[in-house]
């Protein structure tokens, strides 16, 4: 993305926060592609035949965020960390609730025996993760963050340093370490 379409972004969200609704018209547009192109990412991840959608989930976390009123967004990295957070919520949420379905929410009691034979379902990765990191961010809250904003928010390092004000470094480690614990967690944890 250009300067221009990052500053262009920036005054839009900030005129946005105030209560412009023509910053807001303007502003779809221009972070539609890159919320898509999170929102393709995160759904690589999800298991085959999952029913949620890129557009379905940017849609979804776009609703979540228009219903925030007077946010004062600091910048485009700061919109699209938060974005990535509510995309993250809207997969965690939708497992879960998939998760019920699947344990049978409703549904007439069957007796073990006629059960016998029927495969278990898999677990949804999405759901450890956010236990995973749940449990990172009681622990190690920046490097929490880190992962959030590096991997569900796709921001570089230099802007991850510039939204949580610390340095380049600092984040590159934070995100090395935080890296190696979620993958020994979900390791340990099948």
């Keep these: 993305m250009s300067q221009d379409s990052s500053a262009d972004i920036t005054a839009l969200l900030v ?14 547009p221009l972070v ?8 393709a990412h995160y759904m690589a991840g999800e298991r085959d035949g999952h029913l949620l959608q890129p557009t379905a989930l940017v849609n979804e976390a776009f609703l979540r965020l228009v ?10 990295a700061h919109f699209f960390a938060m974005a990535a957070t509510m995309m993250r919520r809207v997969l965690v949420d ?7 379905k699947k344990r049978g929410a409703g549904a007439a009691p069957v007796p073990l025996s006629a059960a016998e034979g029927i495969p278990l379902p898999e677990v949804t990765d ?6 995973a990191l749940t449990e990172l961010e009681r622990m190690a809250p920046r490097q929490s963050r880190v992962i959030e904003l590096r991997y569900f928010g796709g921001l ?10 610390v340095s380049v470094a600092t984040v590159r480690r934070d995100w090395s370490l ?3 614990w979620l993958f020994r967690e979900l390791s ?3």
């Design 15 to 28: 005129a946005w926060g105030k209560g412009d609704q023509e910053a807001f018209t303007a502003l779809v």
């Design 32 to 39: 539609d592609r890159e919320l898509h192109r999170l929102a």
């Design 178 to 180: 935080a890296r190696a």
């Design 67 to 76: 219903d925030w009123k007077n946010v004062q967004w600091a910048e485009r």
């Design 126 to 131: 999405v759901i450890a993760l956010d236990a």
């Design 94 to 100: 939708y497992a879960r609730a998939g998760g019920r």
């Design 156 to 165: 570089s390092l230099g802007e991850t340093a510039a939204e949580l004000q």
């Design 188 to 190: 340990r944890n099948g």
